[in-house]
């Protein structure tokens, strides 16, 4: 983060600005230990604002409360803009710091009074662990930096892991982020080819119903025709007659081929259709899972919804080789462990056999994983009987969102 660097080359190279020459003076949070009164959010230093902004308040909430400090352009403003005002307006110590502090408290209710439980740095840290391993950190964060018992280490510490967490979720989504807006305008093109198809339809068919009525009108006149002239000249009407009637039959059977046809098409697009609209809920909701993580979106109602492995052993099959330790971390902070395969480009595939007996379930991505290896784990899982989940891709979002449904 930007107030990290800023911080680091005010006050030294030591972690959150702290110099490696000498203690920082001045403390990252100020509190009141004897008195047992939370901190109030000037008494939080100004390198931390941004941080909590961020990560314990929504943009759509700092917008509404933009607009409440009577803001007259938080309504047109950026997220961005707006962010930087109330990192502001954080150390002022004015009414809309009261009214901003007092946002985060209503908001973070429930997880400030589990913390007011704890007395001591020690306890603390402990909520704080329990807070990360479940996804609730941005009510974690916000009560831990204002609790009495808060001390310089844990504060650097906690910072840390929401930082960090900031930069692991970014560089996984992104590309998750782009192919979804690729399918919207893809489900955009095929809504406006289908509304094409359909008005050709519709005229194909309103010129099959004049045709039909054509060849009604015509019949008609051939037999008015053939009542009142002479038997040579019915005959040679009713040979012309027979001529034009063979014809608009020709041409209504290439009609309704036609629509026929176009009718084929419109099925076929709805069937694509519905296959992307499949793949934007699956990137939905891969997205889903990154914010429980990261808390930005869902704080409260990640908290029930939290992912606990109880100790299962898993097996990561394939993968890119630079993200399997972001696997292996993500499944230990949720209480399980996750042993990985690269497929056979490096490792024996003879090794297979010897680890998926060892593991509850196996995971492996269907884009970077070789056709013969993912058809070996398969055969092995189904001979020991073990559950193999094919993920959508290699990336982390689809290993999280394959995690909370297991």
């Avoid at 409440?68 to 150390?91: I, P």
């Avoid at 869902?298 to 972001?326: F, I, K, M």
Wanted: proline share 2%; glycine share 6%.
């Amino acid at each position: 983060m930007q107030d990290l660097a800023i911080f680091k080359r005010r006050n030294g190279a030591g972690a959150l600005g702290e110099s490696k020459a000498a203690p920082l003076l001045s403390p990252l949070v100020v509190t009141d230990r004897e008195g047992r009164k939370r901190s109030k959010i000037w008494d939080i230093s100004p390198w931390l604002h941004c941080s909590v902004i961020g990560t314990c308040l929504t943009a759509g909430e700092l917008r509404r409360l933009c607009i409440k400090f009577g803001d007259c352009q938080a309504a047109t403003a950026s997220d961005h803009e707006l962010h930087v005002r109330a990192v502001r307006t954080a150390g002022q110590r004015d009414n809309a710091a009261k009214i901003l502090h007092k946002a985060l408290d209503d908001k973070h209710g429930t997880v400030i009074r589990r913390f007011a439980k704890a007395s001591t740095a020690t306890e603390l840290r402990a909520l704080w662990n329990e807070a990360v391993e479940q996804g609730d950190i941005p009510g974690a964060y916000w009560a831990l930096l204002t609790h009495h018992a808060s001390d310089r280490e844990l504060v650097q510490d906690a910072f840390g892991e929401v930082h960090m967490l900031s930069h692991m979720v970014g560089s996984s989504n992104r590309s998750d982020i782009a192919r979804l807006r690729q399918l919207e305008v893809a489900l955009e093109d095929r809504d406006a080819k289908i509304i094409r198809q359909q008005a050709r339809l519709r005229m194909a068919a309103d010129e099959k119903v004049r045709l039909t009525e054509s060849v009604r009108k015509l019949a008609e006149e051939s037999a008015s025709r053939l009542s009142s002239v002479p038997v040579v000249q019915k005959d040679a009407d009713a040979e012309v007659l027979r001529r034009k009637l063979l014809q608009e039959q020709s041409r209504s059977a290439r009609l309704s081929e036609r629509v026929l046809a176009l009718m084929q098409q419109l099925r076929a697009a709805e069937e694509r259709i519905a296959t992307l609209a499949d793949r934007e809920a699956c990137l939905s909701g891969e997205l889903a899972a990154l914010d429980r993580v990261v808390g930005g979106v869902a704080a409260e109602a990640g908290a029930s919804e939290a992912l606990n492995l109880g100790g299962r052993r898993l097996l990561y099959v394939g993968g890119r080789p630079g993200q399997v330790a972001q696997l292996k971390a993500l499944v230990r902070r949720r209480g399980g462990e996750l042993m990985a395969h690269d497929g056979g480009l490096e490792d024996s595939t003879s090794l297979l056999p010897g680890m998926i007996s060892a593991v509850e379930a196996v995971y492996f991505p269907v884009d970077c994983i070789s056709h013969r290896a993912a058809l070996r784990v398969k055969e092995l899982c189904r001979e020991n009987a073990k559950p193999f989940v094919p993920l959508r891709s290699a990336s982390l979002a689809s290993f999280l969102l394959a995690l909370s449904h297991s």
